[in-house]
């Protein structure tokens, strides 16, 4: 692969401080370390200079003087993402929406929400529901993360099972261009079939298709109540049983996580707070969560599950009933990922199979680490099909990490993809996962991707690298 | 415009023969007729010859031969459509999937169809609630229509309300591309986050970028039961206004139909059957749909929908309880566009406006009406802001029609697109709306759709001459 990028000079620097102000242009060195990274793996890569444009026009000046001059730009949300999407491959701008952080208009009339990209999603939550209004995507970074990264990476997280990713909620775009164009990709409605659906396609593009600066969120109405449980089982395919056996049933759960007992040991062992003890027999967990209008409705909903699940061998569910309670539950699902992270080099994987398939994407799981010799924590929405897989380098030598791994995700994602599934549900292919896009892809549908990359981003300028080279 | 396209010859014919069977290919003037127009207007433009292809090969076979000989290709579902979509502007081939009708499979485990895109609509529902299942997606012409043109127009119907439109149920689409390659846009699974959304870009782009020929539809459990009111209202905005009060109220109807008088008059004066009597002053109706799993649940949603429509004033509400009843109900509302076209010539508009907004619409539409010299017949689906809006020619001379309606449309239009709405909810721009995409998108983003356009078919021979020249 080579990029012909020209590198930032005096020139372009000034070029940026006179559209941007001083205080947005930044090239001091904790700076650099700081956008040379997300929270992919153990990568870093440094930009050349960090902006932090502060409005759509800014974004259009920056980017139509980067393509005239050839300087690579990578779009940088708040850096919680999991494919390496915001690592600047080569070097040249890392261009910041941390400034675009303005919540524009929440339209209580007709439901809907105008944000620029630097909105962190839990703020954007938690403002809606203030007017009884609900944004539910709810990635397990909510709490940091952007909504505009949110768009990038067409996130998830456990509420998709009920309500769907960003991909539903997002009803129209602002998004400059490569060349500093800025278009609109849809209109403010929850039906279209005007053209071509340029929004769908910008949600998931991961940066490489244009800078989005204005999004309109689909609000719904914020359910009253909510219910949880913790079901501990003895068997992981047992699980994933149950959560096969519960959506038969007709139930909607607003959340269905699966996580293994690796994953709950890590993220205990790394908590403040112990909301559980975990029984050296249990080998996995379900948290079930149950969201409406009428409590009664909901009690009855958990009859019904704790019905449903006798047909399983199960430790003791706990209930939780208080907000502390069920925030205590959360706070141990959110943090697996943060765990893995401080306990060891990984890699994470985020396979999405047909559900029903989940039990067996759990076992050939264990299968290729017991052959290749890696420990892996499985965890994610199990509702969707969607696992993450936490591969853990833990004692595993240099050499085989690097060159026996390659050949078993390998071998894990073309299991995947026989089932009728990919290799991401929510995190994007961005950097780490480009390698492995000929799985699922053919030669023909790359090529279409790549010829559309084109359309948008004739030179190549915009996070390069990314998807595909 | 010039499109320089062959004309189909005796050695075009007998290829197509010897591909498809001499059955398969038609060329008797009643079949030239009967696939000249679709329900679009009075609109009929004859193609050269009408294909009948019976799989994904052979549909592939069709497209590489009339790629490289430079012959149209329009593909054509069931005929339903209301934009022009199937009409073979530029003759050559119409390209029928009437052949290609079988349901592959019904998942009764992940809860997905896989399906050929000359299904019935309404036989995939029926098929599939025979297993509990629920496949909500419910355009008007559901007896007739195809899932695969309702792929291609990305249809809703009333139930779009709660359930969205066929873009949120369809995962993965098999198509047979302009130049014959057969592709794969996504994966059977739930949440996706691999390579640009082909699929999303597939769906509602009427034919012009691919030939659906597999599609995997999400199906969801089928609620057990429903409950509709049909609401008389002395003013047409008090209906509108009605809507918001129902939604904001957090109940989630799965249907908020708008009929005007106008409509309901003519549906009742062409149906063999009255289900009510329409008294003299009323000027519009709702209908409101509930449905869910406990009936004592939605009968105390009835009972909140009365408290709530206290405040307006309203004629005798009616409640259907009975199968039949709801039948003879939804016939009517379905039977509108139909009593439309037997009563006059006329245009169809789909405009769709965020959903407050709709009272604004639909008095701007009677505005420009009574300006203009035309009578309207107003109806659709008011909980999506999707307002169906019938012109009728009526007495209205041709020079008037011909000439100056197209500016009351683009008034219009350009009214609907500054209140953030957009020309086509669910019918699609096809042939008849064309001329009017530069209201909703500059050309910057037209021209990227010309470019996204050429990337899947750069010879422009699929359906040439549609959404755009």
Redesign the interface.
Known sequence: MTQHFKKVNKEDLDYFSLKLGNQNVKLDKESLTEYASDETEDISISPEVVLFPQNTKQVSDIMAYCNENMIAVTPRGAGTGLSGGAIPLFGGVSLSLKKMDQILEI??????ARTQPGVITEVLQNKVSEL?LFYPVDPASRGSCFIGGNVA????GPR??KY??I??YVLNLKVV?ADG?I????????????????T??M???EGT?GIVTEIVLKLI??P?YDKLLLVPFYQPRQAAEAV?TI??S?L?PSALEFMDRDAIELALRYSDEKPFELDKEIQAHLIIELDG??EE?LMEGIEQVFQLLEEYQTGEILFAETAAEKEKLWKIRRSIGEATKRHSVYKEE?T??????LPDLLSEVKRIGTIYGFKSVCYG?AG???LHINILKENMSDHRWNNELPIAIRELFTFV?NC??????????GLVQKQY?DI???E???D??R??KK??DSKGILNPGK??D
Not at 107 to 112: A, G, V, W
Not at 193 to 198: M, Q, W
């Open positions: 339209d209580t009339k007709n439901f809907q009884d990476e067409n996130s998830g998709a099972v769907g990713v991909k539903d261009l164009s278009i609109e990709t849809g209109a403010n409605v929850l039906k279209n079939s005007t053209g071509y659906n340029l769908q396609l949600v998931g593009s298709l109405p914020l009253k096969n959506l038969k007709g909607q209008n009428k409705d985020d999405v199979v047909p559900r029903y398939k929405h969707d099909g969607n993809k009728g599934g990919t290799i991401s549900g929510e995190h994007g292919i896009l699922v892809f053919s023909k549908e790359l279409l991707m010829q559309i359309v948008f998807i595909f």
